[in-house]
């Protein structure tokens, strides 16, 4: 299961418009299956024994994503090593949006799906989909919104009718939706294989600068028509000119569309066309221009951040909400840098933008344009805060896992690279060097230092950057060969904030836990005075906890990378 909650949310907005969501596709065989899946989504099916099964060609994300939602309070046993319990426990918003306690002025919503953030307590108008699913839970639903007080109710912006009607416009959507199956019944596996191959994987998939750049194709004026896919291809060249790595297009379009003062978010690609027709002509093609020069700026100053490529990047829309203040303000005061240090940190240690929805990140990209604007082109002074993130948001404590689906993870490792690393005969592998590591080899670019910890193995801590040149094995058996012909260097043990008794420890599987518990230590002190240094929030502990899976990625390093355990 790889979907981010982003997708999750798209879908269910999907159902409830009525929009289509494709063809499931099964094969079901007359000798019959391989056994069936121990689990499915959050739940432990292991004790199941159904009397018939399939295999699901097409539709896995779908599929698991409607029922690790809607099935919840079902009876299902949970999995228990579900890796973000949270994303499964998924909410319609029946109120006017709500932003940091204060309604969005002048742009009333009909209701959003989102994620609640941890620690947060539903309002009465936040009502879980599988809630909304049932209709007993459904009138349990609306009596609490009926039962509410006045004052409780204010914060929804619209009446309890309305409230109550929308949850029954999604509820309706929820229990009356139909999706079409495609049922394979053959004992041929080549036909199966062969079918779903033709049926599945010979279109070209149509993205959304696509369908914008053909509703929006003939919009200019006589001689001056533009095709945004094209410009996006030419963005998209121009960074990679930079080496910055592979950027989304999708990012590239919200970055466009932000600059000219467009939803970035916006599903309905149809009515936006429509409604742009006339505007986009005049304002497109120039906001095209200036959010190029401000995302290529804004990888200037990911660099002077030492974050050198997308790969390490927290979360990509950083880079869109960096490229809305330098399409601006291209030439910003030190003021405005350091603003936007702390914009970006913050974001970053506080998974801000993993937790929230798409018009919560709409709301502070366009502030900051339009803070930009008036900084860059007014000579107004620059903020010391952004309303719509608040400085008091509370960063994520210290991952306990590593794992680069994770952007506080990414944030992590960005700090922990700003400075570089040691080679073991002291030489310094520079943090451009440790971003093409992560270009290239994705979460093996850092080594496992001892794969038999008890207490630390998924850490973080146990983790070292690569500087063994392709050498075999785990980090301590390495590190023992160094140490046996007397060479470890004390810059590089001090630059992998490996402790002076690793010598002594490399022998010894006690002493290794007290080294890798320093380590974490330091880890956890490095981050902390970063985040002082920045005037950024710190956890509410000092202590590791989980961390947000909220990004696709490749899959965590294995466990079983550091097999080579000799002494």
Known sequence: ??????????????????????????????????????????????????????????????????????????????????????????????????????????????????????????????????????????????????????????????????????????????????????????????????????????????????????????????????????????????????????????????????????????????????????????????????????????????????????????????????????????????????LLRRWLWHTGFASWFGQGNPSRYTLVLNELRDQAGRVGQEGAAVPTELRHLPWSTRTEPFPERYDLRSARVRALLCLLARDGVCYPNGDRKRPEEIARDFAENGPEAMRTVWSRSTTLRSSPANRMFDVFDGQRGQGRSLLKRIADQGQLNPDFLASHLLPPLIADALRDPVAMEQVLTARLNDMIAKERAFMQELQIPLPASAEPGPSLIDQEDESPLSESDGADDTV
């Open 1 to 338: 299961y790889v979907w981010t909650r982003p997708n999750m949310l798209d879908l269910f907005d999907s159902v409830r418009r009525r929009y289509p969501l494709g063809t499931l596709l099964f094969w079901r065989s007359p000798r019959g299956t391989s056994e069936t899946q121990a689990r499915f989504g959050p739940f432990d099916l292991s004790q199941t024994r159904p009397p018939d099964s399939m295999f699901l060609l097409d539709g896995q994300q779908r599929l698991t994503t409607l029922a690790g939602v809607l099935l919840r309070g079902a009876g299902l046993p949970p999995h228990a090593d579900e890796e973000d319990e949270g994303r499964w426990s998924v909410y319609f918003d029946a109120g006017n949006l709500q932003v940091d306690g204060a309604r969005q002025a002048g742009k009333p919503t009909d209701g959003t799906f989102m994620h609640l953030r941890q620690g947060d307590t539903p309002t009465p108008w936040q009502i879980p989909l599988h809630s909304l699913a049932d209709t007993n839970t459904l009138f349990q639903a609306v009596g609490g919104i009926f039962q509410a007080s006045d004052e409780a109710l204010k914060g929804a912006g619209v009446a309890r009718e309305i409230l109550v009607a929308r949850l029954q416009g999604v509820a309706r959507a929820l229990q009356s939706y139909r999706i079409p199956i495609v049922e394979f019944v053959t004992d041929d596996l080549n036909l199966a294989v062969e079918s779903f191959t033709r049926l599945n994987r010979k279109g070209v998939r149509i993205g959304a600068d696509e369908m914008f750049s053909a509703l929006t194709y003939q919009a200019g004026a006589e001689g001056e028509r533009f095709h945004i896919a094209r410009e996006i291809d030419k963005t998209l060249a121009a960074i990679k000119e930079t080496g910055f790595g592979k950027v989304d297009r999708v990012l590239v379009l919200r970055a466009f569309l932000v600059a000219a003062e467009l939803d970035p978010y916006r599903t309905d690609w149809s009515q936006l066309g429509d409604e742009t027709r006339k505007q986009v002509a005049n304002k497109l093609p120039q906001a095209m221009e200036r959010a190029r020069e401000g995302l290529l700026r804004g990888i200037a100053f990911l660099r002077d951040e030492q974050i050198h490529n997308a790969r390490m990047l927290p979360y990509g829309l950083q880079l869109v909400g960096l490229s809305a203040w330098f399409g601006e303000d291209p030439q910003p005061r030190p003021e405005a840098i350091r």
